[in-house]
Each structure stands twice: as C-alpha cells, then as structure tokens.
C-alpha cells in the first residue's frame, strides 16, 4: 500500500456541552476533510454551522456502522480524507466508531485523532477517587440477566469504575449498585460536565439513592464509583511475604509507616507487627 495517496481517517472529539472546549485541531480538521462522517448530520451541522465550516457530511450511526464500512474504505483507497465525529465527546466511547476504525487499521490505512472531551475521563479526574487504576464500563446491559451478571463480575473490583447513565435509570441503576457494594461505599455524581450546570455530588451509594428518590435526577450523568479494598492471597502469610507487601507499596512511593499500615491491613495482620518485622528485616 502507498499511505501518500490513500486517504486518512482523524477521529475527531466534539464539545460534550460547552462550544468553546472544540480544540483549533478539530476545527482544522473539520474544515479540511473531504468527508466527515458524522452519527447524526444535522447535529454536526449545527456545530459546523457555528465554527462557519462548510463540508460534505455523510452520515454513520449505530445501525449502519457495519453497512457503511465498505464505501468508508474506499474512499480512503481513492485518497479521501475522512474526519469522523459523534454526537458529543470522542468517538468509540459509547459512541459509534470502533467498527470503522477497527477495519480501517486492520486494512492498513492511517488513522489518527484530533482528541478532546470524554465524559469518562473529566468525570474520574473531577470525583476525586484514585485514578491510578479504573475501569470503564459505559451504560450497564439493558436486559436484567445480562446486567446481573455484570454486576457479579464487578462486585471485587478495586480499581475506580465509570459507568454512563440515562436520568430517568439513574434510581435503578443505583439500587443495583447498593445491592452489590452496600450502602457506605463512595460515588460520585458527576451531572452536566462543562454546561452551566455542572455539578458533582460526591457521596455514598446510600446517600445518592435518598437524593435522588426525593428530587428525580436531571440532565446527563456520569457515575463514578470507588474500587473495593485490595484483598492479598494470604495463603502463606510468612515474614518474606509480608516485607515483600511492604517494600511493594515504599517502591510505589509510599513511606515505611503508612506502608507497614497498608500492608497489615491487607494481610489482615497487626500494623505493629508488620512494622516490626520488615524493620528486622533490615538488619
Ligand atoms: N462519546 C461520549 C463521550 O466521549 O463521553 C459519550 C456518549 S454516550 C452516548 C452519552 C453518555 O455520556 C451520557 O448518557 C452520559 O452518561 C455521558 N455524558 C455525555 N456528556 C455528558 C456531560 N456533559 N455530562 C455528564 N455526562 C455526560
């Protein structure tokens, strides 16, 4: 393949409320394309219409992801620029775009990005929870099988997790979250990012459900739940292993107290005694 005279496709990230987080990139991109492939036309043509961009738009949504694929191809074969856009936010994230740019890489074109605004992400920086290790999980299963049975699946995780949620399933989906890691454990709600009325109510499961079973949620929501408490194979609990969870939480940057703490509680031993042997360890 000659990549000079093929075309490339940019996966271009749009305002996921607030107009002016568009980047000069996206615009630049928008602007230049041959075609943008856009999940509904007439929505980016409003957005086009305020950044006074005029350009081919075809349309590429959920249903005809895979039907479009083809013609999609070809155009990058006969040296089209594609920009593909969503809704709101980044492409593929809940969104349409996997499909097209799964099969454009594996066909060998250039894909790229003009990247920006994500929902997820600005929703786990902004919850204030680790954000070492998480898991997107976008919108639960519909069908209540299907949704038990991820529920199941997550209920150990203890990395942050993300979830995107409709407002009117918000209650719902917040039951079953009780259900699975009780009332006390930490979320965040982080509702209308970047538009007037952001806002993110960091609370408990227990305490998220009362608020909203009162006042009925509004607007867009992303969930932010906290990872459960890292619980460490114990089968052998000997000195070695028990210096080796210490020393595995001073290399990650933490100091020999909180360490020794940390690990204990993991081990389900003492502090003091923890403490105590990686200090003769030493010796
Ligand atoms: N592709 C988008 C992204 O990059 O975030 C996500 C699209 S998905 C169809 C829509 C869901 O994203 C909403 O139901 C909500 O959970 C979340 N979302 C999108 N915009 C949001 C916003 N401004 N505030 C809070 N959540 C938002």
Known sequence: MDNNTLGVLTVVATPIGNLGDITPRAVETLAEADVIAAE?????????????????LISYYRHN???RVDYMLSLLEQGQNIALVSDAGT???????????????????????????AACIQALVLSGMDTNRFTFEGFLPLNKKNRRARMAQLANETRTMIFYEAPHKLVNTLEDMQETWGAERK????????????????????????????????????IVVAGGEEVEET?????????????????????????????????G???????????????
Not at 96 to 117: F, R
């Open 269 to 283: 031993i003492p502090a003091r005694d923890a403490y105590q042997i990686y200090l003769d360890s030493e010796k």
């Open 40 to 56: 509904d036309t007439r929505r980016t043509l409003q957005l086009l219409n305020h950044l006074g961009i005029k350009n081919n």
């Open 65 to 67: 992801e895979e039907a």
């Open 91 to 117: 492409p593929g994230i809940s969104d349409p775009g996997q499909v097209l740019i799964q099969a454009a890489t594996e066909a060998g074109y250039v894909v790229t990005m003009a990247p920006g605004p």
């Open 187 to 222: 979320i965040a709600l982080c509702r209308e990012l970047t538009k007037l009325h952001e806002e993110i109510v960091r609370v408990t499961i227990g305490e998220a459900l009362a608020m909203y079973e009162e006042v009925p949620p509004k607007g867009e929501f992303v």
């Open 235 to 267: 089968a052998e609990l000997t000195n070695e292993g028990i210096v080796a969870a210490i020393q595995e939480r001073i290399d990650a940057g933490m100091r020999l107290k909180d360490a020794s703490k940390e690990a204990a509680k993991a081990l």
